[in-house]
């Protein structure tokens, strides 16, 4: 099996036991490979292990049940997600999250960890860049194709994961609460890649994002916290509109990691 089928597989047969009890021997199995081999290939595309991906999957689910179900119990919540206990699943949404499930439910919900995608370039290549799967909400962006995207990426996220892998995640964590709390109440934020992020706002009004790329790059430079170190913590911000008829699915994304690579050639020229 190609090393490109290899990692599809496996990322399928995540999805349709993400909340079962399996091991990586499990997703090896499926794949037909030994567990170093699915191990070694999944660190160099996807930087984590294959048990970190299935928690962070898990909690991404938990996460979009805690925010539309709120009549449901966390117990309930953690059991539909693969835990047992309470105390199990909620230390293992802080290691995600860095707050308790309770307190998530008070905060305004975006899409921090969904599904990867592997996409193909030739004939069995893996792109540098990963894509991930946000197709549920292509039909907001036919609906606001004419509106204004944040776009934005974080500064030397290599150098903070050269720190720790933890660190990593509590950058990409930072990042997300800072395009939450500039967006406004219509506006949409999702992530596009390893670090990289938009908000998909409700207006056509250039004036209204540019207004939101201030309030987020009024916090560049404001720190993390890990270890006692306190990391500076900085982000590419750029701001487009794609003005077209009809967005096509790749063109989108060609156009927003477009608008951070020039963002970064602005910025370091």
Known sequence: MRNVELLIVSLE???????????T?????????????????FRCVNK???????????MMKAARLLNSCPDRTILEIALEC???????????????????????????????????RIPMKGEG????????????LYDLFQERRNCFFI????????SINEISYKAGD??????????????????????IGGDEFCILTNSTEKSYADGIAEKIKAGNEAVI?????????????????????????????TGLHDAIKNRKRMECS
């Open 13 to 23: 047969f995540i999805e349709n036991h993400l909340c079962d009890e399996i091991k």
């Open 25 to 41: 021997e499990d997703v090896a199995a499926a794949c037909y490979c030994s567990k170093s081999t699915l191990e070694k290939m």
């Open 48 to 58: 984590i292990s294959v048990h970190d991906y299935v928690i962070r999957r898990r």
């Open 82 to 116: 693969g835990y047992n206990t309470h105390e199990s699943f909620a230390r293992a949404f802080r290691q995600i999250w860095n707050c308790k499930p309770s307190e998530f439910r008070n905060m305004k919900y975006a899409e921090l960890y969904p599904r990867l």
């Open 125 to 136: 290549v893996i792109m540098e860049r990963k894509y991930v799967d946000i197709s549920e």
């Open 151 to 158: 776009c934005c990426d974080i500064k030397n996220l290599m």
């Open 170 to 191: 509590l950058a990409i964590i930072e990042a997300m609460n800072r395009l939450k709390e500039a967006a406004g109440e219509e506006d949409m934020v999702f992530r």
């Open 225 to 253: 916290e890990y270890n006692e170190c306190n990391i500076p913590l900085c982000l590419y911000i750029s701001v487009i509109s794609l003005n077209q008829e009809r967005v096509k699915y790749d063109e989108l994304f």
